[in-house]
């Protein structure tokens, strides 16, 4: 309807009737959509429908893109593409294109595309805390479910290509979905219509046969995690055939390794966490060895550390969280997830720490068994600690490396920890008193002593990797260490020893120096072994160089 249809001249119009008359007519946006709808298939699809399946994947099926290499120029259209068509934010990408290069007797280079590859045992999923991961049964796609996720990062650490990408404006993470809106459609993905190649398309993989090459112990393309860890369903095909893939001291990755992110606030927490698991186990050994002979006021001074230090550890999490108002939502995942069974361990722990403290300070007469219940569970908390990082199979963070690593942290900084508080009691009561706390302080001197040393030591083997024939990613890992954190390496050594020297000191001491200078020295001891945790703990994050896809600009 326009106004030259109407049968009355303009002049004879109301206002009101030229304005209806007005918002009837349609634009010529509105046109031009009318068109564009009235077609059957989109309007690009006579050059992408041989990119994409024309059914949907049957039983043992499901959808993966598929990467012609000798047709991928490294143009990065199809990074372009994706972040215009999908609404991306500023800085954000779903797809990345880097290059493998490799320095042989007959070098070989290839760019690279790569997104997300929808794997079949999706370690995103398996580790997310609070279920903002869905697979699609009939489509194998890997949905992120934004409005579910809170913002810990950890399917970035879970996921070996590190695809998840975290949007710090949105405070969640972000992934591709392989368009799947757009294939539900009959239309292609924005990267495979973006292509000028055609080297990118959409294909049916046969689950069993990717189960398959997962377990010959495959990979992606030189260099990238092994693909048993999550069965990816992207293949990269190539008519020159795969290169020799020979790790060496020579090649770009290893002479230049990057090191990880920092993540201050899981330093923080996972320090504060063992200092405070530390604190409730020694001062329950303490008092079972002890008895009536040990100072009458550590029992409830241990019970208030041990829960003071474990709250700031939960409230130092929280900071590393993306949308903290929605961290209550992170058991949900507690029959897969690490990260959920880990939230739930040290939460009992701590509720078990206050009734503790509680009971302490009421005589209920059942503090024994409250701190033995509390210190239980504190262990098993810091066992979940380890196996969250663990599970990521990051050798960095194996099991049998960093199970060690945090439980030798529990007794060196709890024991530390008891030592200052058996100290300030000794101090607070009378003579007798007095000495007899200070004495029973040397045997707590020796063992944070003989600790700290032990995983100075532990620390100290692994700089073998650095020798020739060490697995790559540890030795990325040790070159880190010694070159780009070297200096951080001295702190944490410089730490640790003066830790153990100031503890030694108050075994000298105790007893026959000023109580004042036993309180400085153990105070100090505490200090300095918290100290070196704590850079130690952040190097555990930032010298992580595990198998990566390629990523650097092509």
């Not at 049957?58 to 991928?72: H, I, K, N, T």
Request: proline content about 6%; some cysteine; overall charge neutral.
């Amino acid at each position: 309807m326009d106004l030259a249809a109407l049968a009355v001249p303009d002049e004879a119009l109301t206002p009101l009737d030229w304005y209806l008359a007005d918002q009837a007519d349609l634009s010529a946006v509105e046109r031009f959509a009318r068109r564009h709808d009235a077609d059957v298939l989109p309007a690009q699809a006579r050059y992408y429908r041989d990119l994409i399946p024309l059914a949907q994947p049957g039983p043992g099926q499901q959808y993966g893109f598929e990467v012609d290499l000798d047709a991928c120029t490294g143009c990065k259209a199809c990074v372009t593409a994706c972040h215009a068509l999908n609404g991306l934010d500023d800085g954000e990408s779903w797809r990345r294109v880097g290059s493998v290069r490799i320095d042989a007797s007959e070098p070989y280079q290839q760019t690279v595309t790569a997104a997300c590859h929808h794997c079949v045992e999706p370690a995103c999923l398996i580790g997310c805390p609070v279920n903002a991961y869905e697979k699609d049964p009939l489509t194998g796609i890997v949905v992120h479910l934004d409005d579910q996720c809170i913002g810990c990062r950890y399917c970035v650490l879970t996921c070996p290509y590190e695809v998840p990408r975290y949007n710090p404006e949105r405070g969640i993470v972000r992934k591709c979905d392989l368009c799947a809106d757009r294939l539900e459609a009959g239309e292609a993905p924005a990267c495979v219509q973006s292509c000028p190649n055609a080297a990118i398309r959409v294909s049916l993989v046969e689950v069993a046969d990717a189960r398959a090459s997962a377990v010959a112990g495959a990979t992606l393309v030189p260099g990238a995690p092994a693909s048993s860890i999550t069965v990816p369903t992207t293949t990269y095909a190539s008519r020159r055939g795969a290169p020799p893939v020979r790790e060496s001291p020579d090649s770009p990755l290893d002479q230049r390794p990057t090191r990880g992110q920092a993540h201050l606030p899981l330093t923080v927490m996972l320090v504060l966490t063992q200092v405070a698991v530390g604190a409730s186990v020694v001062g329950l050994g303490v008092r079972a060895l002890s008895g009536e002979a040990g100072p009458g006021g550590l029992r409830p001074a241990s019970a208030l550390v041990a829960l003071g230090v474990g709250v700031l550890a939960l409230g130092a999490s929280v900071l590393h969280l993306g949308r903290p108002a929605y961290a209550f939502r992170a058991v949900l995942g507690i029959r897969r997830s690490w990260l959920s069974r880990e939230i739930v361990a040290f939460g009992v722990f701590a509720a078990l720490a206050a009734a503790h403290g509680l009971a302490v300070f009421l005589h209920a007469g059942v503090e024994t068994t409250l701190g033995a219940l509390a210190a239980s569970a504190g262990v098993v908390g810091v066992a979940c600690s380890a196996q969250v990082y663990a599970v990521t199979r990051r050798r960095w963070w194996a099991l049998a490396t960093t199970a060690p690593k945090f439980f030798l942290t529990t007794v060196a900084t709890g024991s530390a920890a008891v030592l200052v508080i058996t100290v300030v009691v000794a101090l607070a009561g009378d003579a007798t008193a007095e000495r007899t706390g200070l004495v029973s302080g040397r045997p707590l001197g020796v063992l944070v002593a003989t600790v700290v040393a032990a995983k100075l030591a532990w620390e100290g083997v692994f700089l073998r990797h650095l020798r020739l024939g060490a697995p790559p990613d540890l030795r990325r890992s040790a070159r880190l260490l010694v070159d780009d954190l070297g200096r951080s390496s001295r702190w944490r050594a410089g730490f640790g020893a003066a830790g153990a020297a100031a503890a030694l000191g108050v075994v000298f001491v105790a007893g026959q120096a000023e109580p004042a200078m036993v309180l400085l020295l153990a105070s100090a001891a505490f200090v300095a072994v918290v100290a070196g945790e704590l850079v130690e703990r952040w190097q555990f994050f930032t010298a992580a160089a595990p198998p990566r896809m390629p990523s650097e600009p092509a």
